[in-house]
């Protein structure tokens, strides 16, 4: 399989980036790793005229402590996710769940900024940014601006990103974590989750982002709220559905990733101390 | 659009359109055809190469994206006629069966062993999760990639 025809722009700077989205507008997409679009345009799922790649951008790959939260350049990839001890200690519910996100070989290439930007539901590490109340920042030809992860989806695949804006990077909050669990259930060990589950319970609440249950990433809000109203573990799961649009496909229908919803729910809650 | 990559120590260039993937390129244009080509939708790990030292899978990676990199394929392992470590365990530890796998199974078990040099037997199975073959001939991989880091340990100490 080959993509259809497209131009290629190297950006060497984030400025260079930003002249070539403005230049091209519309036709033109972003490539950091290229493990989510690749995939899509080789399908001809994505047929993007023009591909500025940032991937060489060294400079936007970091994790530092940055006093209240932790700063990671958004061309940082799941394999320094993974291994960071910053994040180890920092924010361990991440560092696991980039040791899940596809295999080795996605890991070595694939990006926090491109997996959360590329806005599938289906992605392990959004429905974490989102269980974590993770900030987003934009950069565009008129500067910066932060955008919390819980207003950052908009629809499948669409986020509140500009045409002409560049994630640059991800700021995780410093969370004081009493527990953290992270559910992945699929069928073969690379798959992308059938439904999955990121929950951390910090400073006195508790996050919980859903994989693969709507059209977008989504906050489990309902359980979320009991939770926090002196609910069990399991009175809390038993809601795990609301406000969700679980699609059926060919790997589950869904009723079946409603029903799996309740339960990994349940379990991510268990693990993270909640009884 | 013109590209320049290291491909096994021999520095290569080529125009090629940007939308070439980096397998197509090293089987039609370098004629490294060590590299296979099997799901072609990042799934099965036969096209797996390593780039700056690290295991990929070159059906997932423009060609263009390579440029000015270091690359190395199947055919870059072996030291003339002396087998890499790794190929040599699998031969010695019947690690194949149809061969297709092979290939890609080889270059992503030593990205596996430099990162981690004492794996267990679960991390080899978790660390090889994206290299599938269909000869189901997972025990004898395992079994290769284990004493290929034990020799390698043994060898160290």
């Known amino acids: 399989m080959i993509p259809a025809a497209f131009d290629y722009v190297r950006a060497d700077s984030v400025d260079a980036a930003l002249s070539a989205l403005t230049e091209y507008g519309d036709e033109a997409k972003l490539l950091a790793g290229g493990h989510s679009l690749i995939p899509l345009m080789k399908l001809r799922l994505a047929a993007p005229s023009v591909l500025v790649d940032v991937g060489r951008l060294d400079d936007l790959r970091y994790i530092n402590d940055a006093g209240d939260y932790i700063a990671i350049g958004a061309l940082t990839r799941h394999r320094d996710l993974e291994t960071s001890s910053l994040l180890a200690s920092a924010a361990p519910l991440l560092a696991h769940a980039a040791g899940h996100v596809g295999d080795p070989q996605v890991r070595h290439r694939g990006t926090i900024g491109g997996s959360l930007a590329h806005a599938d539901p289906a992605s392990d590490l959004p429905a974490v940014a989102l269980a974590m109340g993770a900030t987003i920042v934009a950069t565009g030809s008129n500067g910066t601006r932060e955008i919390a992860v819980s207003e950052f989806y908009t629809g499948f695949l669409e986020s509140a990103l500009a045409p002409d804006e560049l994630l640059t990077e991800i700021r995780i909050p410093k969370l004081d974590t009493q527990g953290w669990s992270f559910q992945k259930f699929n069928r073969r060990a690379q798959d992308w989750a059938i439904v999955g589950v990121a929950t951390v319970r910090a400073n006195g609440s508790t996050g919980v982002g859903l994989v693969n249950m709507g059209s977008t990433p989504l906050l489990a809000s309902a359980v979320m709220d009991a939770v926090k109203s002196g609910a069990n573990a399991a009175d809390a799961a038993a809601l795990a559905n609301e406000g969700t649009e679980a699609q059926s496909d060919i790997n589950a229908s869904s009723e079946y990733r409603e029903h799996l919803a309740r339960v990994l729910v349940r379990r991510s809650l268990e693990e993270s101390g909640l009884s | ?157």
């Open chain 2, 1 to 157: 659009m013109k590209i320049t990559v290291t491909v096994n120590g021999v520095e290569r260039s080529s125009d090629v359109e940007p939308r070439t993937l980096l397998v197509h390129f090293l089987r039609d244009e370098l004629d490294l055809t060590g590299t296979n080509i099997g799901c072609d939708t990042s799934s099965c790990g036969a096209c797996t190469i390593h780039v700056e030292g690290q295991s990929v899978k070159s059906c997932t990676m423009l060609a263009a994206q390579a440029d000015g990199l270091e690359l190395t394929t199947i055919e870059g392992l072996a030291n003339g006629d002396i087998l890499h470590p790794m190929q040599r365990c699998f031969q010695e530890n019947h690690g194949l069966q149809c061969g297709y796998c092979t290939p890609g199974m080889v270059m992503a078990a030593v990205s596996l062993l430099d990162e981690n040099p004492n794996p267990s037997e679960t991390d080899v199975r978790i660390g090889l999760e994206g290299n599938l073959c269909r000869c189901t001939g997972y025990h004898n991989i395992v079994k290769s990639v284990l004493a290929c880091a034990a020799e390698s340990n043994g060898a160290s100490k």
